[in-house]
């Protein structure tokens, strides 16, 4: 299996080692001659095209021993290497105990699409957008607009007088004079009323031999019930002419950029749940990418070479909470989606 060394992020150096070994005593290490930067092939993302000339490409031969060898590569030595490439380092042409060796020595990612150093990136420009957005809502007027807030009370209040005024008006009134002058033929009028009255006469007497005394009580039950709800409404009334509501709304005037600053810091600094056992979703809110990435660099992970290659991520208890299959064909190191 040609070894992962790891996601780096653009422009890193990645120093890749190996060794080499006598072909009649695998104990034995031997020194590799012939051996130049040259000889280092570098293919992204499965290309049979190697990165220009060696670029960025060093080497130590024996060092700090005998058959103990290091391949440094900078990535920022050429523009082929951008985030989301799957590099693959090969060696060819290097004489080791008089033999020829070609072959892969190692692969890394750089900034791995869905991987920490990926995550960790976007993670930072939604930060930058929400201190953006925090530092905005420090500079809004909102003590301003509570101020007009209050104005726009006032100017109810004092509509609400002139219609108390306009009331009280009314309640003063000459009415029956204004409508006495609506009808000049008083005389008709007197006419229409006596013969209108002597109906009523009729009625009051059939009235008489109708359960009057009765009904009176029953009605002044009912009346009973409505003096009590009215009562009840009296009081409330008086408890609204009471409240000092200007003084409540003012009070809305105590709110400042501290007090909003205060509530993002409470909501930044709460504490996050550990993840479930399932599937991390592809579309993450920021508390739960942030949590996967937390537990898979806190806790407990564990390379299953046993049977199904795996690699597991658990939680503080030591329980797995997801893994993704390992495969290596001998050309491509391939990692699975997580489940």
């Not at 809305?252 to 399932?278: K, M, P, R």
């Amino acid at each position: 299996m040609v070894p992962y060394y790891g996601d780096f992020a653009l422009d890193d150096t990645v120093h890749m080692p190996f060794n080499t070994f006598d072909s009649n005593d695998p104990s034995n290490s031997v020194t590799a001659t012939e051996f130049v930067a040259a000889d280092v092939h570098v293919h992204i993302n499965g290309s049979s095209t190697e990165v220009g000339d060696d670029d960025g490409v060093t080497i130590d031969i024996d060092a700090p021993g005998v058959g103990a060898h290091m391949v440094n590569i900078d990535t920022s030595a050429d523009t082929d290497f951008v985030a989301g490439s799957e590099v693959a380092v090969r060696i060819d042409g290097v004489a080791v105990d008089g033999g020829t060796i070609n072959a892969w020595i190692g692969a890394f990612s750089i900034e791995r699409a869905g991987g920490a150093l990926a995550i960790v990136k976007t993670i930072k420009t939604e930060t930058a957008l929400i201190v953006a957005d925090t530092n905005e809502l420090q500079t809004d007027d909102i003590p301003g607009k509570i101020v007009t807030l209050d104005a726009v009370v006032d100017t109810v209040k004092a509509e609400t007088a002139l219609i108390v005024a306009d009331t009280n008006e009314l309640q003063v009134d000459n009415v029956p004079g204004l409508i006495s002058t609506l009808d000049t033929d008083v005389a008709a009028d007197i006419a229409a009323v006596k013969a209108e009255t002597a109906l009523i006469v009729a009625d009051t007497n059939e009235l008489q031999t109708d359960d009057i005394p009765g009904k009176i009580v029953t009605l002044d039950a009912v009346v009973d019930t409505v003096k009590a709800e009215t009562a009840l409404i009296v009081a409330d009334t008086n408890e609204l002419q009471v409240d000092n509501v200007p003084g409540l709304i003012a009070a809305l005037n105590d709110l400042s950029a501290a007090n909003v600053l205060t509530e993002v810091n409470t909501a930044i600094d709460t504490v996050i749940s550990e993840l479930g056992v399932a599937a991390p979703t592809a579309t993450p809110t920021i508390r739960t990418a942030l949590m996967l990435l937390y537990m898979a660099l806190r806790n407990k992970t564990v390379v299953q070479t046993s049977g199904t290659d795996a690699l597991e991520i658990h939680n503080n208890a030591g329980t797995k909470i997801a893994a993704k299959l390992l495969t290596d064909d001998g050309s491509d190191y391939t990692e699975a989606e997580m489940a």
